[in-house]
């Protein structure tokens, strides 16, 4: 079974960089999919951050691709997020789900099918 | 960057009831490129639908997706009381994903 489970501060002040970090059971990074971050603040909608492939090939929200890096170890299995210079407005719930992008064997899909649990972030001194 | 709006922002109906979500893109998307989602209090979002109409693996025959080029919908056939949560539309497209703001279906 394939879990999938958010680890980081909880607390991050303002102008500093927020770091969480995906550790990724029961799957291999290295065979593929897509892995991605999502957030959600308080109250709010869903919104995606980035994704990384097992190459490292990344793509981002273009509202946030000035302040974010995705990167991935697949020797822990694990992958990451750092935002920069956070405000406030970064205060959210952090998710990190698996990527599917492409033919399943039937036909086409794109979507995220497993999820972590999430981990809040507060943004505050 | 492809724009979703849902409608209605909130629904308030009975179990039993029917239930039908709506997801509008800004323009013309394939098919294969809207999920949808049902999200509950404190809880991750899970995946319902894929490719518009293919229901994700362990989801009842309750739930459907239906739609094409601009219009998609969600349909809960006979509401249980475990359905009442946010649900949520997203594309892909251009290597990003978009979600919808999200409907609320909550129990009348």
């Known amino acids: 079974q394939v879990q999938l489970q958010e680890s980081g501060p909880g607390l991050v002040k303002p102008s500093e960089t927020l770091s969480l970090t995906c550790s990724v059971s029961?799957?291999?990074?290295?065979?593929?999919?897509?892995w991605s971050w999502i957030r959600q603040p308080p109250g709010k909608g869903l919104e995606w951050i980035g994704s990384?492939?097992?190459?490292?090939?990344?793509d981002y929200n273009p509202s946030l691709r000035s302040r974010v890096t995705i990167s991935v170890d697949t020797s822990k299995n694990q992958y990451s997020l750092k935002v920069t210079s956070v405000t406030a407005a970064d205060t959210a719930v952090y998710y990190c789900?698996?990527?599917?992008?492409?033919?399943?064997?039937?036909?086409?899909?794109?979507?995220?099918?497993?999820w972590g649990k999430g981990t809040t972030v507060t943004v505050s001194s | 960057e492809i724009v979703l709006t849902q409608s209605p922002g909130t629904l308030s109906l009975s179990p039993g009831e029917r239930a039908t979500l709506s997801c509008r893109a800004s323009?013309?998307?394939?098919?294969?490129?809207l999920a949808w989602y049902q999200q509950k209090p404190g809880q991750a979002p899970r995946l319902l639908i894929s490719?518009?109409?293919s229901r994700a693996t362990g989801i009842p025959d309750r739930f459907s997706g239906t739609g094409s080029g601009t219009d998609f919908t969600l349909t809960i056939s006979r509401l249980e009381p475990g359905d009442f949560a946010v649900y949520y539309c997203?594309?892909?497209?251009?290597?990003?994903?978009?979600f919808g703001q999200g409907t609320k279906l909550e129990i009348k």
């Open positions: 323009q013309s998307v394939g098919s294969r490129y």
């Open positions: 789900a698996r990527d599917w992008r492409g033919w399943d064997s039937v036909d086409y899909y794109y979507h995220m099918d497993v």
């Open positions: 997203q594309h892909y497209g251009n290597s990003l994903y978009t």
């Open positions: 029961g799957y291999s990074i290295d065979n593929g999919y897509y």
């Open positions: 990384i492939y097992h190459t490292g090939s990344t």
């Open positions: 490719g518009a109409s």
